[in-house]
């Protein structure tokens, strides 16, 4: 899906030729911006009709590059105050043309264009960044094609988007938290990384109950397949660790805070595992992606809740003898908990006769080969 999305974004930054008028727009854009004002009756015309043309050119043509640059000369005339009181009216006019476009591709038979058109669209709402286009992103979550899927959530999700929803003077606290319940249902079915990534810095930025659940979840569905040995994507591991463990540094004690210590630290205790494995069934290739996440996460959080360095990657860089046992000293064992529980005030949970558990999950053998 990488190489999909890379070649749309290519597309978009070859020169762009206009191919739709936009004289009398971007009269209507400079004046709008330069004095603050809102449109007009006139100026919503000249908007319209620009969204009309330029939607209908769009739409009717077969080349991807003319389609990228007319989707581009779309964003554009937006320009470059996204708040600003012309944006906000040149997305009100546009959501309604893109309504009638979405709609419109939906009923052509199956093609390689309405393909290219679908994913055009979805990426034209998502780069608008306006919660006021949510509604698209919500409607394509679970999206057969993978890159609609990509472009739904970023729709929603996207860092500008997450700004403006929880932002006190703008914000639509009824709108995020009906993302929030959209993009939960999705954690169970959703597997690509790249879409999973949006979930978390969403999540992170939003860190209201809901979004530390959400992220609870994703851990959680880390930690089953790390206990499955299926793991794919290890640097996936270190930016949700890495959200997690700025959260964990932010919260006062509490016992969301704890319960979230507890997931970080289950998860990140399953990835040293699987590094230590002996014997190993991973390539040096895993081995070292392993490495690479124990690094980040350290060097990003886990010095930061100590408050000094640790020893984990002085250990790595010398082969990793005395790994195991820094392990047991900062995650814990049957006789007692970790440095990284006391400091943080969390245990495993208990066993089947109450006592507390201080050691994390153990993970299981490899399956044979």
Known sequence: MKQTILLLLTCSVLNVYAVVPTDRIAAVRERLLSSGGSLSDSDRAVVNEFWRIALDAMLLEETSE???AIRRQIEQEKGNEPLSLYATGYVQVGREHLKVAFETVEQWEPSEKKDLMRRNLMILATRLESPLLADFGLERLSDPDEVVRYWAVKCVAGPQVAAQLIDPAIGDPVLTEKILHA?????????NPEILRLFVSFSAIVNNDLAREILMMIAQKRIDA???WNVQNEQFDAFLLRSMGQLILEERESPART???????ELLSLVFQRYMADPSPLSDAQRNALATVITEVDNYVLTRIMGQQTPFIRILQRGGMGLDREFEAYFGSDVGPGHLATRLKFDYGKTDTGQTKYSPPQLPPPPAQ
């Open 66 to 68: 003319q389609i990228v």
């Open 183 to 191: 993009l939960r249902s999705r954690v169970s079915e959703e597997s």
């Open 226 to 228: 790390y206990m499955s």
């Open 259 to 265: 319960a979230m210590a507890r997931r970080f630290a």
